[in-house]
């Protein structure tokens, strides 16, 4: 049936002194108004939340625990003192050859003694060594490179191949080069759900959403510190019980999404025995202080349509209703569990 205003369902609890107190929660029918008012709070809220985000990659500035390699050319004599030789084995575990920044931000080289290159860029840092070594040689060809890349660093949680701390290089350091350095998404990953932590605030990102609305993920520039979390589908999963052949989770597309059509197809439709087609209710925030109620009435091949464009979010509950005949059996079944079914049969047809 539908509602031309939305209907109220009534909740009652018990309170401390054994009162009940009624709670009213509004049904929405759902239509194509509706899906398009929840369409554009989505999107709101995804822009939103992107924005704050966004930004200009910055050159790389050297920090504490960098490793340089300073070369003098013409001057093999400084090459093995300078950390410009190649290094010779192979193992992971051994050192980088070259100048470590101390905690002070300072890199000892020789001729020079102590130059503090910290905050600076590679260029700027480049210039201040060859201030120092024109003291000692006359117009010096010095080069100076980043041999090793620690002072700064993101995280990288969750579903991908390879979680874990992320060095931030010369090469921009954005949602798309996070994700890649990680060794990419998991076939679990849910590509609508990620958090992105930063200073001890979260904010959800919705990559499918951005792509949607024209929104480069490349323009979110992560820094020092941040914690990226990509969410499993299995987190947003969707309860689909009721009049449904099977009653299941329904777990979301890659992409992040699931549909009211989506959810009913994995369930393996309604029961077409037992099933209300006119009574499929969605339970929206049932732990909230304010949860929601959603009607559709399946009857119409139209409200197909409309169950494709609903969609759903995680831990929402679907529900088919009975008819009227099941619920029936169910109160006989409560009520005189000794029964026989040829009996109820007999009682029910009368």
């Known amino acids: 049936m539908r509602m031309s205003e939305p209907a109220k369902l009534p909740l ?17 029918d759902i239509d194509l108004a509706l899906i398009k008012k929840m369409q554009e709070a989505a999107a709101t809220i995804s822009a939103g939340q992107s924005q704050v985000l966004m930004g200009k990659p910055s050159a790389y500035t050297l920090g504490n625990g960098d490793v340089l390699q300073v070369i003098v050319w013409d001057h093999p004599e400084l090459a093995a003192a300078t950390g410009a030789q190649p290094q010779t084995n192979g193992r992971i575990s051994d050192p980088i050859q070259g100048f470590v920044i101390d905690n002070d931000g300072n890199v000892q080289l020789p001729y020079s003694g102590s130059v503090h290159v910290a905050g600076l860029q590679i260029d700027q840092a480049q210039q201040k060594i060859y201030k120092e070594f024109s003291r000692v040689f006359v117009k010096p060809q010095v080069t100076v490179r ?19 701390a992320v060095p931030i290089n010369d090469i921009a350091m954005n949602l798309y080069e996070a994700i890649n350095r990680a060794g990419g998404f998991s076939p679990t990953a849910d590509q609508g759900r990620m958090v992105l932590v930063r200073e001890g605030t979260s904010y959800p990102l919705n990559l499918t959403r951005m792509l949607e609305l024209g929104e480069n993920p490349a323009s979110i520039v992560l820094k020092s510190g941040d914690l990226l979390r990509i969410m499993s589908r299995d987190e947003s999963g969707v309860f689909v019980m009721g009049e449904v052949n099977r009653p299941v989770t329904a777990i979301p597309m890659k992409s992040g999404k699931l549909t009211l059509s989506d959810a009913l197809s994995q369930a393996g439709s309604l029961n077409t025995g037992s099933a209300d087609a006119a009574q499929l209710f969605i339970v929206r925030g049932s732990l909230d202080t304010e949860p929601k109620v959603f009607h559709l009435d399946a009857h119409s091949p139209v409200s197909m349509v409309l169950a494709n464009q609903f969609e759903l979010q995680p831990k929402d509950i679907v529900y088919v209703d009975g008819n009227g005949l099941v619920r029936f059996n169910r109160v006989l079944s409560l009520l ?6 040829g009996l109820t049969t007999a009682i029910v047809t009368k």
């Not at 980043?146 to 874990?164: I, K, L, M, N, W």
């Open 336 to 341: 005189l569990p000794a029964i026989n079914a």
């Open 12 to 28: 009652s609890s018990g309170g401390a002194e054994g009162q009940k107190m009624e709670m009213q929660i509004p049904i929405s």
């Open 146 to 164: 980043v041999a090793s890349f620690r002072s700064q660093q993101v995280y990288v949680d969750g579903e991908v191949h390879t979680p874990g």
